[in-house]
């Protein structure tokens, strides 16, 4: 597999410290021996992972003008689960929570996504391969290193892959404007939660796949939330469901 050239000081600890993926070299910019790059380098040479001092305009270059603050890493590309594998590696359907996304074409977005799924106990997002941003460096920049922690599948349909999941006893839940109040949802579990895109929400044939539609109460001002900050509240809404229960 071809390597991926990731940027940004927190993408690089994340993935050195969860050392899942080989890691083939570090660049740091010169004079950038302080702080977190000196903690980087720290656990790449515990690693063994050759660390080089360049010129930043070096870093401009691999990064293809990314912000890479300094920091960029050269390693294997991010594990992809199979829809089966993913399945396989649930433990505790109880507390099982995943996320589908329906038209994220943002790398901002989906590397936000991931990175609240990361904190909120959600432990795998499936990305449709059609109508949908991949795992770039941009995104996974932004899930600064979150993507270590969650298990990223890619599917050729996400309807097709929500009537596997039904037949897996998950509930499907989409994030939907008209839906009922997030906080005053009775989730069941293992739970699918449906993230649709900023401008056209959860297209209709995935619509009519979840079992039921909810949405986060406003106080008026604007028309909706960006998708990832909606995510971020409902991911947040559906962790405090799973810690009553356990309690």
Excluded at 31 to 57: N, Y
Excluded at 88 to 109: F, R, S
Excluded at 124 to 134: H, L, Y
Excluded at 193 to 200: P, W
Aim: glycine residues 10%; contains cysteine; proline residues 5%.
């Amino acid at each position: 597999m071809k390597p991926e050239f990731l940027y940004g000081p927190n993408t690089a600890e994340e993935i050195l410290k969860a050392g899942k993926r080989r890691v083939f070299r570090i660049y740091i910019s010169k004079g950038s021996l302080e702080g977190k790059a000196k903690d980087i380098v720290g656990l790449a040479r515990k690693s063994g992972v050759p660390v080089d001092f360049v010129e930043p305009r070096a870093l401009e270059r691999l990064s293809e003008g990314g912000h890479h603050q300094g920091v960029i890493l050269e390693a294997e590309p991010v594990k992809i689960h199979s829809l089966s594998d993913a399945l396989g590696l649930v433990k505790e359907p109880k507390n099982t929570v995943w996320a589908g996304l329906d038209g994220i074409t943002d790398p901002m977005n989906l590397g936000a996504i991931i990175r609240s799924a990361a904190c909120f106990g959600v432990s795998a997002v499936v990305i449709p391969e059609r109508r949908s941003v991949g795992l770039t460096p941009a995104a996974q920049k932004t899930a600064s290193g979150a993507i270590e922690r969650v298990d990223v599948m890619e599917v050729v349909n996400l309807n097709q892959a929500i009537l596997e999941l039904k037949k897996r006893n998950f509930w499907i839940y989409g994030a939907d404007m008209k839906g009922k109040p997030v906080d005053k949802t009775d989730f069941a579990f293992p739970a699918f939660l449906v993230i649709g895109s900023e401008g056209e929400g959860l297209h209709r044939k995935t619509r009519e796949h979840c079992d039921e539609l909810v949405s986060i109460p406003q106080r008026g001002g604007v028309e909706s939330l960006n998708a990832s900050v909606a995510a971020a509240v409902m991911f947040y809404e559906i962790s405090k469901k799973i810690t009553a229960l356990k309690n």
